[in-house]
């Protein structure tokens, strides 16, 4: 199981040999470190800690630098973990960098969503509204009923309704590696992946294709 974190950069885009324009992300990849391995005997599962971003080791906690300490690691702003399968194995210790990955991989980028904030029922899940005519006027984005009178007498758990929206975890799946740059640490994705410019995201080998 490959993985690496990585921080976006933003969308671009590149030309393939047919010379159509494809949409890329670009993300800044690595170096990580392998900060930590999980065993399934001591830990019941197996599975690897990476460290990204270096830092002043001033700038971390005391219990964080102790933890890269141990394998003379320098300060590391995020952690992030990843679940191994098959007999992928990794040292403590151990750089990982864009070479991780090759053009045409597919992977799944997982990051925090954009937050939108307090949303409608149309932005937030997708309803038609209220009718364009007979006379109304003042229900065009309404969800309308939520719900029966005497029976149940309540609004049922689940209901969808308004409410804040994004600012999620979200993982984009098989998304093509279309370019990697492994002397200026990118990676670019075919498509769109969740959070904004600037925004951490781990990147790991696709689980479903």
């Known amino acids: 199981?490959?993985?690496?974190?990585?921080?976006?950069?933003?969308?671009?885009?590149?030309?393939?040999?047919?010379g159509a324009a494809l949409p890329v992300t670009l993300i800044e990849s690595g170096p990580c470190y392998v900060t930590q391995v999980k065993t399934r005997e001591k830990d019941?599962?197996?599975g690897v800690q990476l460290g990204f971003e270096e830092i002043s080791a001033r700038r971390i906690s005391g219990g964080r630098r102790g933890?890269?300490?141990?394998?003379?690691?320098?300060?590391?702003?995020?952690?992030?973990?990843?679940?191994?399968?098959?007999?992928?194995?990794?040292?403590?210790?151990?750089?990982?960098?864009?070479?991780?990955?090759?053009?045409?991989?597919?992977?799944?980028?997982?990051?925090?969503?954009?937050?939108?904030?307090?949303q409608g029922g149309m932005k937030r899940h997708g309803f038609g509204g209220g009718p364009k005519t007979h006379g109304q006027s003042d229900r065009q984005r309404s969800p309308g009923s939520i719900g029966a009178t005497s029976t149940p007498g309540r609004v049922l758990k689940g209901t969808r309704m308004a409410g804040r929206m994004g600012g999620g975890r979200v993982t984009a799946q098989n998304l093509k590696v279309a370019l990697v740059d492994a002397e200026r640490n990118l990676i670019?994705?075919?498509?769109?992946?969740?959070?904004?410019?600037?925004?951490?995201?781990?990147?790991?080998?696709?689980?479903?294709q």
């Open 44 to 46: 019941g599962y197996r």
């Open 67 to 118: 933890h890269l300490r141990r394998n003379q690691l320098p300060g590391l702003r995020i952690l992030r973990e990843v679940r191994l399968r098959g007999e992928v194995e990794f040292k403590e210790g151990q750089k990982l960098t864009a070479d991780v990955f090759a053009a045409g991989d597919y992977v799944d980028v997982v990051g925090v969503s954009k937050g939108k904030g307090f």
């Open 188 to 208: 670019g994705v075919r498509g769109a992946v969740p959070g904004p410019k600037g925004g951490i995201v781990l990147i790991r080998e696709v689980r479903k």
């Open 1 to 18: 199981m490959k993985g690496l974190i990585g921080r976006k950069l933003g969308m671009t885009q590149v030309f393939s040999e047919e």
